[in-house]
T-cell receptor
Framework: QKEVEQNSGPLSVPEGAIASLNCTYSDRGSQSFFWYRQYSGKSPELIMSIYSNGDKEDGRFTAQLNKASQYVSLLIRDSQPSDSATYLCAVSTSGTYKYIFGTGTRLKVLA | GAVVSQHPSWVICKSGTSVKIECRSLDFQATTMFWYRQFPKQSLMLMATSNEGSKATYEQGVEKDKFLINHASLTLSTLTVTSAHPEDSSFYIC?????????????FGQGTRLTVV
């Protein structure tokens, strides 16, 4: 059974702080990794994608991938109350577009 | 980015009736579409993979006769929940991809909230 694990939270951080979200996966054949943000009652929206080991930065967001440890993380700098949402980690095997989602981590940014 | 449109955004139906949900790719041709279901406070669970012009592939535990999927064109896939029951009430989300154009990213529709009463 291929699994993607996330801490369900809630993770509470003060406004302006760095929020760190973590995800581990079991399938060593996984090639593509995604972070989605989902507000309550809404569909997920793509935040970051990462395909190779290392860091990838986009604005306030940094995704980190370590395939040897089967670990992917998302850092959110200068957290804002509007960042409060559930963050879903998704993993797929190259070429399949079939995503396995984690259960999501609920982030609360306190004003 | 690509746009995937899902319709309706919400629907209420009586137990025993059928409901059809549409998923359209508006600005690209989607060779593959996926249907997910999300219960409250849970993650997205893949129900089936829909390929244009061929039968859908269902995940283990998903009844193919209850959740009918049709992917008749490169821009439209439909999910029909037949003989709906209250336990089918959920948030249904489709995603679409076009191999070779946006690498391996899939794009999500806005979701359909189904309530069976």
């Amino acid at each position: 059974q291929k699994e993607v694990e996330q801490n369900s939270g809630p993770l509470s951080v003060p406004e302006g702080a760095i929020a760190s979200l973590n995800c581990t996966y079991s399938d060593r054949g996984s090639q593509s990794f995604f972070w989605y943000r989902q507000y309550s009652g809404k569909s997920p929206e793509l935040i970051m994608s990462i395909y190779s080991n290392g860091d990838k930065e986009d604005g306030r967001f940094t995704a980190q991938l370590n395939k040897a440890s089967q670990y992917v993380s998302l850092l959110i700098r200068d957290s804002q109350p509007s960042d409060s949402a559930t963050y879903l980690c998704a993993v797929s095997t190259s070429g399949t577009y079939k995503y396995i989602f984690g259960t999501g981590t609920r982030l609360k940014v306190l004003a | 980015g690509a746009v995937v449109s899902q319709h309706p955004s919400w629907v209420i139906c009586k137990s025993g009736t059928s409901v059809k949900i549409e998923c359209r790719s508006l600005d690209f041709q989607a060779t593959t579409m996926f249907w997910y279901r999300q219960f409250p406070k849970q993650s997205l669970m893949l129900m089936a993979t829909s390929n244009e012009g061929s039968k859908a592939t269902y995940e283990q535990g998903v009844e193919k006769d209850k959740f009918l999927i049709n992917h008749a064109s490169l821009t439209l896939s439909t999910l029909t929940v037949t003989s709906a029951h209250p336990e089918d009430s959920s948030f249904y989300i489709c995603s679409a991809s076009s191999q070779g154009r946006w690498d391996t990213e899939a794009f999500f529709g806005q979701g359909t909230r189904l309530t069976v009463v």
